[in-house]
């Protein structure tokens, strides 16, 4: 029997969202903060066309992708480091910095892959409950020793939608020693329209322990791909690229990112259109009686304890996957308005 790591024994593997599919035949994927709309037709050309040419390895160090969001966002290209996926620059953070004894803070409730990826890297989590569906910064402040080397801060957070402003933020920043790398997790960045929700882009430029984590699977539709980026200081960005996996980031995923970009204007107008629909969700919910914290996000946040698992099913009796967590909450991807209108069905049938 080979030997494997210990850790494997207790790690519990990713779940990821799941679709389910009603008596009648409808199914609505709630459970993966997807966009609800079909790729581009222009991203679509771009991918057909590079198809073509699938038989050489991608660019490694993705050149025109790199160049394209330097330029799109105003950063050097030397601050861009990609990953297939921002979860794999994630890892590849914890790459950089994971020695027996590190140390990584985050929020909990957040995103389900930090505990794995700190896991997997052999590095200490510690999680700082979430007061009122909020990060604690006072909290994850007071956690720093001398041994943590990372700080992870999901905004807006997953999954509860709940955001940090400015003035928090910067002022938890400044409390951070600069030996100990923050990293501004925003893959929800593009649904954010609240002015007080800092850009991380603006908060990195004067801060060399401050990185920020974006995606091209949410706002930009890219999911099935697999593409991320980080931009931070030199120092930080030039690290991560050492940990890629070489050829990490496929050809076709580099070609429809950088379409993608050129195609942006038309991918936000879907972006609002979705921000609409979330207000629309909320108010719903709020109107059936739901406490619901105010979301930046394309999804929304039900703490139903023990009643999780029984609501994720009412909901997939209508069609609808949401993503559970068992005794805690599920959270709800805002989809297209019919499956946002099943979903709220659901939802008012639960509470009948
Ligand atoms: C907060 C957060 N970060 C990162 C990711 C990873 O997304 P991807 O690897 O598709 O870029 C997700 C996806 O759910 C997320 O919610």
């Not at 994630?90 to 892959?113: D, K, M």
Request: with cysteine; proline share 7%.
């Amino acid at each position: 029997m080979p030997r494997f790591r210990a850790i494997l024994d207790t790690m519990p593997p990713y779940k990821a969202g799941k679709a389910v599919v009603s008596a009648d035949g409808r199914s609505y994927k709630l459970s993966s903060n997807e966009t609800p709309y079909d790729p581009l037709p222009s991203v679509v050309e771009a991918i057909a066309e590079g198809a073509r040419q699938i038989n050489r390895y991608p660019d490694p160090a993705a050149v025109r992708l790199t160049e394209s969001i330097a330029a799109r966002f105003g950063v050097p290209p030397e601050h861009v480091a990609l990953g297939a996926g921002s979860v794999t620059v994630a890892q590849q953070l914890f790459e950089t910095i994971g020695e027996p004894g590190a140390e990584v803070i985050y929020a909990w409730r957040s995103f389900e892959a930090y505990p794995l990826l700190a896991d997997l890297a052999g590095v200490t989590s510690v999680r700082v409950p979430l007061v009122e569906e909020n990060h604690d910064l006072d909290a994850m402040a007071a956690a720093v020793t001398d041994r943590t080397r990372m700080i992870f801060v999901c905004n807006p957070n997953n999954p509860t939608g709940t955001s940090i402003r400015r003035a928090a933020l910067e002022a938890f920043l400044d409390r951070v020693p600069s030996d100990v790398l923050v990293v501004l997790d925003e893959a929800y960045r593009e649904y954010v329209r609240d002015a007080d929700v800092p850009d991380g882009l603006e908060l990195y430029r004067d801060r060399p322990n401050v990185c920020v984590l974006r995606t091209f699977s949410k706002a930009y539709g890219l999911a099935g791909l697999r593409v991320g980026y980080l931009v931070g200081h030199e120092p930080v960005a030039s690290a991560v690229r050492k940990t890629i996996i070489p050829f990490a980031v496929n050809h076709l995923a580099q070609l429809a990112a950088v379409a993608s970009l050129e195609a942006e204007a038309e991918l936000l107008e879907r972006v609002d259109t979705v921000v609409k629909e979330r207000t629309r969700v909320r108010e719903a919910l709020i109107a059936q009686g739901w406490t619901v914290p105010p979301t930046e996000a394309n999804f929304v946040w039900l703490r139903l304890g023990e009643r999780t698992l029984d609501f994720a099913a009412a909901c997939a009796v209508e069609g609808v996957a949401v993503r559970p967590f068992a005794g805690e909450g599920a959270r709800i991807s805002i989809g297209t308005p019919e499956a946002n209108d099943a979903f709220l069905k659901a939802a008012a049938d639960f509470r009948a």
